[in-house]
């Protein structure tokens, strides 16, 4: 009897656990950053970079509201990605690590909008503070 070598699909399979381990951890959670008059936050492939300027509106809301997805996913309580407002069709970047806590919406721009919060709750807290802050610098 003649031994297969099955070099090639070990390789494979090792090298595909690999990639999908990566991609997870680069979505498993959002990371923020406010840099040179820009509040930036990534979560793997996805990415928004905000001009302080640009940000009118910043509130907690309990839910998100029902929304068509464009392309991101949805794993336990994180949902992740770009939707679309089903009524007027704008594009809303998501970034929400835990969907039983409330969460930022933070409009910008013309007519955006931005989900996010993060696994902790007094962090997002911070943005919503600093955000705040940064619109109407009077606030404490």
């Given amino acids: 009897m003649k031994k297969r070598s ?3 699909w070990n390789i ?5 656990l690999l990639l999908c381990t990566f991609v997870f951890i680069l979505h498993y959670k959002n990371y923020t950053k406010i840099k040179e008059g820009h509040f930036q936050v990534v979560s793997g492939f996805y990415k928004e970079r905000i001009p302080l300027t640009n940000i009118h509106g910043v ?23 770009v939707f679309l407002d089903s009524v007027s069709g704008n594009k809303i970047y998501v ?12 409009q910008y721009g ?9 696994t ?16 109407d610098p009077t606030t404490e």
């Fill in 120 to 135: 902790d709750s007094l962090e997002t807290q911070k943005i919503y503070t600093t955000l705040k802050t940064f619109m």
């Fill in 59 to 81: 509130e907690f809301v309990p839910r998100i509201p029902e929304m068509e997805r464009k392309n991101g996913f949805s794993w336990l309580t994180r949902e992740k990605g």
């Fill in 95 to 106: 970034f929400v690590d835990d969907l039983q806590q409330r969460k930022l919406k933070i």
């Fill in 6 to 8: 099955n070099w090639f």
């Fill in 12 to 16: 494979l399979i090792i090298a595909t």
């Fill in 110 to 118: 013309e007519s955006r909008e931005l989900y996010l919060n993060l």
